[in-house]
């Protein structure tokens, strides 16, 4: 027999019997899992030739070195280029915050450069940990649509706009083929009178903007005036997928510039809400499908008024899904008074809406050692909606590992249990 060194390896021998046209196929199961794919690229050339282009698919730059050296392997190695679809830049990394902001502003402008050379990039995504940014800097006035003509999706979070809100639609305009936008903690200087322009950036985009996720906690006149601006039309608005923190006048008029091609809005509602200019407030979403409304408090004020705002215009809804944080005893203990408005709300949009149905969901109750399920059992059995048509109704709640365990062999009847601390609420 001979010695084990010169036994082959049975990944080799495996690897041998089938065509790359397989292995692509059984490896893009692995693309959102790098660690298992550097893991794959070492095996065997096979598995090395099929794992690189999705190695390459996503970068990430965290500060000036890694993105200095991308910039330089480009140039060494141009056809590398062409597997990058997705550029994420940030949070920049620096040994102090004085060399990190020395660092972004050179960070920022390697990232142009390497946009120029990436011509397939699909996905930009920008996370500046709450730092101030030029995003239009001078050396690439008139450059910046040929840089980001690619771009279908465009990540803003936790960025300083340096140029105001005029340097932010200059980037959007210049984005011709953009569809999916996501604006996470976005802010201008007070003094937003600039003198920035859009550089070169015209109105001519080829798709039309279907996703606009806005994350914005603090509302004041520049988010205000951004949301205007894209309600009013200079750039082809019309999302199916609407995702707002709150609810101000701007984020009305973006609803209402969706008319019906509305179809999926989660709304966040524990900040105050702004009355509708119209009511009912959803009359021309006449396509909306479903409405997720998260962190819904009986003690916010409009959290009732939002459901008044849902018409018998909506008969295509589906679902309606009311999503409460907190112990649930507080809801319990709270206003009878309001819990049957509630109630009373619910009952006429399942007897006004023929397809919907009604998901409860209960995050983070265990908090204060609530004992969930004989309350939310009575909470649900005083419901309406589950005496007349409890087929339209789900109830589900988090719970701690040791009562998810626990309750896996319990007959719950409509009670599911969510995984223990589900997120909620999550940008892209």
């Known amino acids: 027999m001979p010695p084990r060194s010169y036994l082959p390896s049975k990944v080799q021998v495996f690897s041998k019997q089938l065509p790359p046209e397989i292995w692509i196929v059984v490896l893009s199961h692995l693309v959102d899992d790098r660690r298992s794919l550097k893991v794959c690229a070492f095996v065997c050339r096979a598995w090395l030739s099929t794992t690189r282009p999705y190695l390459l698919q996503t970068v990430r730059i965290h500060n000036l070195s890694t993105c200095t050296e991308i910039d330089a392997s480009i140039d060494t190695s141009p056809d590398m280029a062409r597997y990058v679809r997705k550029l994420h830049v940030g949070p920049i990394h620096g040994t102090d915050f004085s060399s990190r902001d020395e660092d972004m502003p050179d960070v920022w402008s390697c990232c142009l450069r390497l946009l120029g050379k990436l011509k397939g ?217 309001i819990r049957r408005e509630v109630d009373s709300h619910l009952a006429r949009l399942a007897r006004s809406l023929p397809a919907l149905v009604v998901t409860l969901y209960f995050h983070y109750c265990f908090y204060g050692g609530d004992d969930i399920y004989n309350i939310i059992t009575e909470l649900v059995d005083n419901l309406t909606l589950f005496r007349e048509a409890r087929s339209r109704l789900v109830v589900c709640w988090s719970a701690t590992p040791e009562q998810y365990q626990h309750a896996q062999a319990v007959d719950l009847d409509l009670k599911q249990m969510c995984q223990p601390n589900m997120e909620i609420r999550q940008i892209e």
């Open 121 to 337: 990039i699909r996905k930009l995504a920008i996370d500046l940990d709450h730092e101030w940014i030029d995003l239009i800097p001078k050396n690439i006035q008139g450059r910046l649509p040929g840089l980001l003509e690619g771009v279908e999706t465009l990540v803003l979070k936790n960025v300083l706009c340096r140029g105001g809100l005029a340097s932010l639609q200059g980037m959007l305009l210049a984005c011709r083929r953009l569809s999916c936008l996501y604006l996470d903690v976005v802010r201008f200087p007070d003094d937003d009178g600039s003198p920035y322009h859009r550089h070169g950036a015209t109105i001519n985009h080829k798709e039309i903007l279907r996703t606009f996720v806005y994350n914005e906690w603090e509302a004041s006149d520049s988010s205000e005036d951004l949301l205007r601006w894209l309600a009013s039309g200079e750039m082809n608005f019309s999302p199916s997928r609407v995702d707002l923190a709150r609810l101000t006048d701007g984020t009305w008029d973006v609803l209402r510039a969706a008319g019906d091609s509305l179809e999926y809005l989660t709304v966040d509602l524990s900040w105050p809400v702004s009355c509708p200019p119209t009511a009912p407030a959803f009359a021309c979403n006449t396509w909306l499908a479903s409405i997720e409304i998260v962190r819904f408090d009986l003690r916010t004020t409009g959290a009732l008024g939002f459901l008044s705002n849902i018409g018998a215009t909506n008969t295509g809804m589906r679902q309606l899904g009311l999503s409460l944080l907190g112990s649930v005893s507080a809801y319990v203990s709270s206003d009878a008074s």
